[in-house]
C-alpha cells in the first residue's frame, strides 16, 4: 500500500509538470487579457486530434506532425482572437465567458462530426523505468521534462524579450503600458497565439499517456482552472507551484479511493480555497 | 397616455394569456405542445436563476439546485412512496440549504464577480460527480427512471401530457409574477444597490448579506422544483441533463441572450434558444450526427457578440431611444434611495 501511495505521489509529480503547463497559458491569458478562457481544455483536445490524425493517418513522424500542431494551434489561438474574443472586449464579463463556453459547444462537437465518438489513442510504446520499487512511465518523465523545459524559455521570453517585457506591462496596467507605446492589440494576439501554442505542446506530451475522445478537453479545463485559481489568478509561480500540488492530491487520492471521489476532493478544494483565500495561496490580498 | 398604455400592455398580456391556455385544443400536433411545455419549464427555471443574476449575483452552478430537487424527489418517490407533491418542497428545501449553506459561505468571505461565479461553477460539477459518485442509489451516469404509475395526479404523473403544459404554465406565472413583487418590494432597491456597489450600499446601513441570502435561497428553492417539474414530466433523470456544468451555463445563455434585466427576457430567451435547438436538430441532425449543435454553438456566439443585451434588452433599448431619446431603459432608470 506504500508502495503505491509512493507510485502515485511520484506520478502526480510528474503529472504536475505537465499540468503547470497547462495552468500557464490559461493564466497568462487571464492576466494579460483579462478573460477566461472557458475553452481551453477544448483547445488541447483538437491538439490532441491533430497530432493523431498527422501521425496515424498521414505517417508524418511523431516529432515533426508535434510542431505543425504547435504551430495550428497557435493559429487557432489567434482566430479565436479575431473573431469571439476582440470584438467582446468592451461587454460584459458574463458575455465573455458564455462565448467561450459557446465555443465549447462548437469545438466538441465538430471534434464529434469529423472523428466519432470513439477513443483513439496514438500507438507508441515507451518503456518503464524501475528505480527499486518505484515503476516511473518513460512517458510521464518525458513530459514532466519537456514541461520543465518549456517553462524555463516562457519564463526568458517573458523576461528578457522586449515583447515579453510588453506582455508583462499590459498584464500589470495595459491603460500604461499604451502610454508606454504598447500596441495592445498585437500583445493580444501574441498571448492568444502564445497560449494556443502551449496547448498544441500539452497535446503533444499528453498524446503517448492518454487516449482522446470529443469530451477529453472538459476535465483539463476545470483542472487548469483549479490551479490557477489556487496559486491565485495571474499569478504565474503560485500557479506552478499548485500545479504539483493538484497533481499529487488527484493521483494520491485516486489510489486510496474512486476517480470520482478523488475529482470531488480537488473540486471541495478548490471551493474552499476560494472563500477562504480567493487571492490564491500565494496571492496578496488586494494585489488584483 | 400613461395610463391607456398600461391597459393596452394589460389587455394584450391577457389575450397572449388565453391563447396559451386555449393552445393545446387547437394545438397543430403534440410535438409543438411538447416543445412549448419545455419551453415554460426552461423559462421558468432561467427566469428564478435571473432574480440573482439581474443583482450581479451571476450563477454558474443552477444545475446543483436543479439536480438536488429532483433527484432528492424522485429518490423518495422510488424508495418510500412519497408523493412527488410533498417530495417537491423536501428536494426544493435541500436545493435552498444547499444554497444558504454557499450562500452565506461566500457572502460572508465577500466572495463576489467572477469568483462567485467560479464557486456555484465548481459546487454544480460537485453535485453532478456526488449524483455519480452514489451510483448504487442514484444510478450514477446511467441515471434514473420514475416508476410509472400511468394516470396519478396525486403522484404528479398524468396519462395525458397536456395536464404539465398547464402546470408549468403556472408555475412560469408566477415565477413572473414574484419578480414583478420583488421589483415593487424594498427588497429590489437594496439589491440593486448592493449589485453596483456593495461598500456604498452597507455604509448606507443595507444588511448586505441578509438581502443576499434572502433572493439566493429563494431562487434556489424555486429552481429546486423546476428540478422536479422536469424530471416529473420526462420521467428520466441524468446527471449530466440536470447538474453538469453544460445545463448551468444553458440556464445562463437562455436568460442571458433573452435579457436578464427585464421581466420578459428570460422567457423570451428560452423560447428563442429552444425552439433555434428544436429547428436545427429536425432540419440537419438527422444527415450528420453533432453538426446542428455546432450549427448552434456558432449561433449562440453570434447572438452574444451582437445583441450583447440580450434580445429583448436590445430592441427595447432601440425603442426608448427611438421615442425618448435616452438609452438604457428600465435598467438605470431610478436612482437608488431608501
Same mark, same amino acid.
Given at each position: 500500500?506504500?508502495?503505491?501511495?509512493?507510485?502515485?505521489?511520484?506520478?502526480?509529480?510528474?503529472?504536475?509538470?505537465?499540468?503547470?503547463?497547462?495552468a500557464?497559458?490559461l493564466n497568462?491569458?487571464f492576466?494579460?487579457?483579462?478573460i477566461i478562457h472557458m475553452a481551453y481544455g477544448q483547445?488541447?483536445?483538437?491538439?490532441?486530434?491533430?497530432?493523431?490524425?498527422?501521425?496515424?493517418?498521414?505517417?508524418?513522424?511523431?516529432?515533426?506532425?508535434?510542431?505543425?500542431?504547435?504551430?495550428?494551434?497557435?493559429?487557432? #489561438?489567434?482566430?479565436?482572437?479575431?473573431?469571439?474574443?476582440?470584438?467582446?472586449?468592451?461587454?460584459p464579463r458574463l458575455n465573455q465567458l458564455l462565448a467561450l463556453a459557446g465555443l465549447i459547444i462548437?469545438?466538441e462537437?465538430?471534434?464529434?462530426?469529423?472523428?466519432?465518438?470513439?477513443?483513439?489513442?496514438?500507438?507508441?510504446?515507451?518503456?518503464?523505468?524501475?528505480? #527499486?520499487?518505484?515503476?516511473?512511465?518513460?512517458?510521464?518523465?518525458?513530459?514532466?521534462?519537456?514541461?520543465?523545459?518549456?517553462?524555463?524559455?516562457?519564463?526568458?521570453?517573458?523576461?528578457?524579450?522586449?515583447?515579453?517585457?510588453?506582455?508583462?506591462?499590459?498584464?500589470?496596467?495595459?491603460?500604461?503600458?499604451?502610454?508606454?507605446?504598447?500596441?495592445?492589440?498585437?500583445?493580444?494576439?501574441?498571448?492568444?497565439?502564445?497560449?494556443?501554442?502551449?496547448?498544441?505542446?500539452?497535446?503533444?506530451?499528453?498524446?503517448?499517456?492518454?487516449?482522446?475522445?470529443?469530451h477529453?478537453g472538459s476535465s483539463f479545463t476545470i483542472i487548469a482552472f483549479i490551479i490557477v485559481v489556487l496559486? #491565485?489568478m495571474?499569478?504565474?509561480?503560485?500557479?506552478?507551484?499548485?500545479?504539483?500540488?493538484v497533481?499529487?492530491?488527484?493521483?494520491?487520492?485516486?489510489?486510496?479511493?474512486?476517480?470520482?471521489?478523488?475529482d470531488i476532493i480537488t473540486l471541495l478544494i478548490f471551493v474552499l480555497v476560494m472563500l477562504?483565500?480567493p487571492?490564491g495561496?500565494? %496571492?496578496?490580498? %488586494?494585489?488584483? | 397616455?400613461?395610463?391607456? &398604455?398600461?391597459?393596452? /400592455?394589460?389587455?394584450?398580456?391577457?389575450?397572449?394569456?388565453?391563447?396559451?391556455?386555449?393552445?393545446?385544443?387547437?394545438?397543430?400536433?403534440?410535438?409543438?405542445?411538447?416543445?412549448?411545455?419545455?419551453?415554460?419549464?426552461?423559462?421558468?427555471i432561467s427566469?428564478?436563476w435571473a432574480?440573482m443574476g439581474?443583482?450581479g449575483l451571476v450563477s454558474l452552478g443552477h444545475g446543483a439546485f436543479l439536480g438536488i430537487?429532483?433527484?432528492?424527489?424522485?429518490?423518495?418517490?422510488?424508495?418510500?412512496?412519497?408523493?412527488?407533491?410533498?417530495?417537491?418542497?423536501?428536494?426544493?428545501?435541500?436545493a435552498?440549504?444547499l444554497a444558504?449553506v454557499l450562500g452565506?459561505a461566500c457572502f460572508?468571505f465577500?466572495v463576489i464577480g467572477d469568483y462567485f461565479a467560479l464557486v456555484t461553477l465548481a459546487v454544480g460539477e460537485l453535485t453532478a460527480l456526488s449524483i455519480i459518485?452514489?451510483?448504487?442509489?442514484?444510478?450514477?451516469?446511467?441515471?434514473?427512471?420514475?416508476?410509472?404509475?400511468?394516470?396519478?395526479?396525486?403522484?404528479?404523473?398524468?396519462?395525458? /401530457?397536456?395536464?404539465?403544459?398547464?402546470?408549468?404554465?403556472?408555475?412560469?406565472?408566477?415565477?413572473?409574477?414574484?419578480?414583478?413583487?420583488?421589483? /415593487? &418590494?424594498?427588497?429590489?432597491?437594496?439589491?440593486?444597490?448592493?449589485?453596483?456597489?456593495?461598500?456604498?450600499?452597507?455604509?448606507?446601513?443595507?444588511?448586505?448579506?441578509?438581502?443576499?441570502?434572502?433572493?439566493t435561497?429563494?431562487s434556489a428553492?424555486?429552481t429546486?422544483?423546476?428540478?422536479?417539474?422536469?424530471?416529473?414530466?420526462?420521467?428520466?433523470?441524468?446527471p449530466h441533463t440536470l447538474s453538469g456544468v453544460g445545463v448551468s451555463l444553458a440556464i445562463c445563455f437562455k436568460a442571458i441572450?433573452?435579457?436578464m434585466?427585464?421581466?420578459?427576457?428570460?422567457?423570451?430567451?428560452?423560447?428563442?434558444?429552444?425552439?433555434?435547438?428544436?429547428?436545427?436538430?429536425? &432540419?440537419?441532425?438527422?444527415?450528420?450526427?453533432?453538426?446542428?449543435?455546432?450549427?448552434?454553438?456558432?449561433?449562440?456566439?453570434?447572438?452574444?457578440?451582437?445583441?450583447? /443585451?440580450?434580445?429583448?434588452?436590445?430592441?427595447?433599448?432601440?425603442?426608448?431611444?427611438?421615442?425618448?431619446?435616452?438609452?438604457?431603459?428600465?435598467?438605470?432608470?431610478?436612482?437608488?434611495?431608501?
Amino acid at each position: 500500500m506504500l508502495e503505491q501511495l509512493i507510485n502515485a505521489a511520484i506520478n502526480g509529480i510528474l503529472l504536475g509538470g505537465v499540468l503547470a503547463l497547462l495552468a500557464f497559458g490559461l493564466n497568462l491569458i487571464f492576466g494579460v487579457v483579462k478573460i477566461i478562457h472557458m475553452a481551453y481544455g477544448q483547445f488541447v483536445m483538437l491538439g490532441f486530434y491533430l497530432i493523431y490524425v498527422l501521425t496515424v493517418q498521414l505517417h508524418v513522424p511523431i516529432i515533426l506532425s508535434s510542431l505543425i500542431t504547435i504551430c495550428a494551434m497557435a493559429v487557432l #489561438g489567434i482566430l479565436t482572437q479575431l473573431l469571439v474574443i476582440e470584438p467582446l472586449l468592451n461587454a460584459p464579463r458574463l458575455n465573455q465567458l458564455l462565448a467561450l463556453a459557446g465555443l465549447i459547444i462548437v469545438f466538441e462537437n465538430l471534434a464529434m462530426v469529423i472523428w466519432g465518438a470513439d477513443y483513439r489513442g496514438i500507438p507508441l510504446s515507451l518503456p518503464i523505468l524501475k528505480f #527499486g520499487n518505484v515503476y516511473i512511465r518513460c512517458s510521464y518523465l518525458i513530459a514532466f521534462l519537456g514541461a520543465l523545459v518549456t517553462l524555463s524559455l516562457l519564463y526568458l521570453f517573458l523576461h528578457k524579450t522586449y515583447v515579453g517585457l510588453a506582455i508583462r506591462a499590459t498584464a500589470q496596467d495595459v491603460e500604461i503600458a499604451k502610454i508606454m507605446g504598447v500596441n495592445s492589440r498585437r500583445i493580444y494576439f501574441v498571448t492568444l497565439a502564445a497560449g494556443g501554442a502551449l496547448t498544441g505542446i500539452v497535446a503533444a506530451f499528453f498524446a503517448p499517456i492518454y487516449t482522446v475522445h470529443p469530451h477529453f478537453g472538459s476535465s483539463f479545463t476545470i483542472i487548469a482552472f483549479i490551479i490557477v485559481v489556487l496559486g #491565485g489568478m495571474g499569478n504565474l509561480l503560485g500557479g506552478f507551484i499548485s500545479a504539483f500540488i493538484v497533481g499529487i492530491v488527484t493521483s494520491v487520492a485516486a489510489v486510496l479511493t474512486t476517480v470520482e471521489v478523488a475529482d470531488i476532493i480537488t473540486l471541495l478544494i478548490f471551493v474552499l480555497v476560494m472563500l477562504v483565500r480567493p487571492q490564491g495561496l500565494l %496571492g496578496v490580498r %488586494g494585489a488584483s | 397616455m400613461k395610463l391607456s &398604455s398600461s391597459i393596452g /400592455k394589460k389587455a394584450l398580456a391577457l389575450l397572449i394569456l388565453i391563447c396559451l391556455i386555449m393552445f393545446p385544443a387547437i394545438s397543430p400536433s403534440p410535438y409543438v405542445t411538447h416543445i412549448i411545455t419545455l419551453i415554460f419549464i426552461w423559462s421558468y427555471i432561467s427566469t428564478v436563476w435571473a432574480y440573482m443574476g439581474r443583482f450581479g449575483l451571476v450563477s454558474l452552478g443552477h444545475g446543483a439546485f436543479l439536480g438536488i430537487g429532483a433527484y432528492v424527489t424522485a429518490l423518495l418517490f422510488n424508495f418510500f412512496n412519497l408523493s412527488p407533491w410533498i417530495g417537491m418542497l423536501i428536494g426544493a428545501s435541500a436545493a435552498a440549504l444547499l444554497a444558504a449553506v454557499l450562500g452565506y459561505a461566500c457572502f460572508r468571505f465577500g466572495v463576489i464577480g467572477d469568483y462567485f461565479a467560479l464557486v456555484t461553477l465548481a459546487v454544480g460539477e460537485l453535485t453532478a460527480l456526488s449524483i455519480i459518485a452514489l451510483r448504487d442509489i442514484t444510478g450514477g451516469s446511467l441515471g434514473l427512471t420514475i416508476r410509472n404509475l400511468g394516470n396519478a395526479p396525486l403522484y404528479l404523473q398524468f396519462s395525458n /401530457k397536456v395536464y404539465f403544459y398547464y402546470l408549468s404554465l403556472l408555475f412560469l406565472l408566477f415565477a413572473l409574477y414574484l419578480w414583478v413583487r420583488i421589483d /415593487k &418590494s424594498k427588497m429590489q432597491k437594496a439589491l440593486k444597490a448592493i449589485g453596483e456597489d456593495e461598500v456604498a450600499a452597507s455604509c448606507v446601513g443595507i444588511n448586505i448579506i441578509k438581502y443576499k441570502m434572502a433572493i439566493t435561497v429563494t431562487s434556489a428553492f424555486l429552481t429546486g422544483i423546476g428540478g422536479v417539474l422536469y424530471a416529473q414530466y420526462i420521467t428520466y433523470l441524468n446527471p449530466h441533463t440536470l447538474s453538469g456544468v453544460g445545463v448551468s451555463l444553458a440556464i445562463c445563455f437562455k436568460a442571458i441572450l433573452g435579457g436578464m434585466f427585464n421581466l420578459w427576457g428570460p422567457t423570451i430567451g428560452t423560447a428563442m434558444i429552444v425552439s433555434l435547438e428544436e429547428y436545427i436538430r429536425v &432540419s440537419y441532425g438527422t444527415k450528420f450526427i453533432g453538426i446542428s449543435e455546432v450549427a448552434y454553438g456558432i449561433a449562440l456566439i453570434s447572438l452574444i457578440i451582437f445583441l450583447p /443585451k440580450g434580445l429583448y434588452g436590445t430592441l427595447k433599448e432601440t425603442k426608448i431611444f427611438r421615442t425618448k431619446g435616452g438609452a438604457y431603459g428600465d435598467d438605470k432608470r431610478e436612482a437608488v434611495i431608501l
